[in-house]
T-cell receptor, first 113, second 115 residues
Framework: KNQVEQSPQSLIILEGKNCTLQ??????????LRWYKQDTGRGPVSLTI?????NTKSNGRYTATLDADTKQSSLHITASQLSDSASYIC????????????FGTGTRLKVLA | DAGVTQSPTHLIKTRGQQVTLRCSPK?????VSWYQQALGQGPQFIFQ???????QRGNFPDRFSGHQFPNYSSELNVNALLLGDSALYLC??????????????FGSGTRLTVV
């Protein structure tokens, strides 16, 4: 069964600290993996998109890594800001051209001053 | 360049009623997907429309139906509303020609509350 699991479920950190969110998937064959940021009550906003051949991709203070062999991805947030408080969702697409993406349940991050 | 637009932003309905949610895709996109997101959960795929036809469907009952218009906009209809239908409904648009990898853009959603 194609699944995407994220950990931790929730995380609280102090402003300025770094953190890393994890995503493990069993989707096969793999096409691409995305990380989204979702503010409460809003639609998800794409942070990074990685295909099979990409190991690392950065978007400002956000850096995503992908290990297609172990089917793991991580999202590292550097020098966190209060505005980073949100849910971070990992989404995996199983086959190139397929339009049904498999969503993780997300990690809820809270950044405290 | 307008992104994905959804309307209304909030909606309150009574059990048993019917509801219609609307989505205008991002300019240049021709494919619309609908998702249901319960509080604290990840989005669940409902269905996808391309060329005015339903192309894929998730595990949702027939009470959930949709439509896509020639201008690529889309509607999601839910009949015989249940309390459990209360959720954030997200619309995402993409371009079929780009293989779906790029430009998969979400709207801000419609918050449906069934009382």
């Amino acid at each position: 069964k194609n699944q995407v699991e994220q950990s931790p479920q929730s995380l609280i950190i102090l402003e300025g600290k770094n953190c890393t969110l994890q995503c493990n998937y069993t989707v096969s064959p793999f096409s691409n993996l995305r990380w989204y940021k979702q503010d409460t009550g809003r639609g998800p906003v794409s942070l990074t998109i990685m295909t099979f051949s990409e190991n690392t991709k950065s978007n400002g203070r956000y850096t995503a890594t992908l290990d297609a062999d172990t089917k793991q991805s991580s999202l590292h947030i550097t020098a966190s800001q209060l505005s980073d408080s949100a849910s971070y969702i990992c989404v995996v697409s199983g086959t190139s051209g397929t339009y049904k993406y498999i969503f993780g349940t997300g990690t809820r991050l809270k950044v405290l001053a | 360049d307008a992104g994905v637009t959804q309307s209304p932003t909030h909606l309150i309905k009574t059990r048993g009623q019917q509801v219609t949610l609307r989505c205008s895709p991002k300019s240049g996109h021709d494919t619309v997907s609908w998702y249901q997101q319960a509080l604290g959960q990840g989005p669940q795929f409902i269905f996808q429309y391309y060329e005015e036809e339903e192309r894929q469907r998730g595990n949702f009952p027939d009470r959930f139906s949709g439509h896509q218009f020639p201008n690529y906009s889309s509607e999601l209809n839910v009949n015989a509303l249940l309390l459990g239908d209360s959720a954030l409904y997200l619309c995402a648009s993409s371009s079929r020609d780009r293989g779906g990898i790029y430009g998969y853009t979400f709207g801000s959603g419609t918050r449906l509350t069934v009382v």
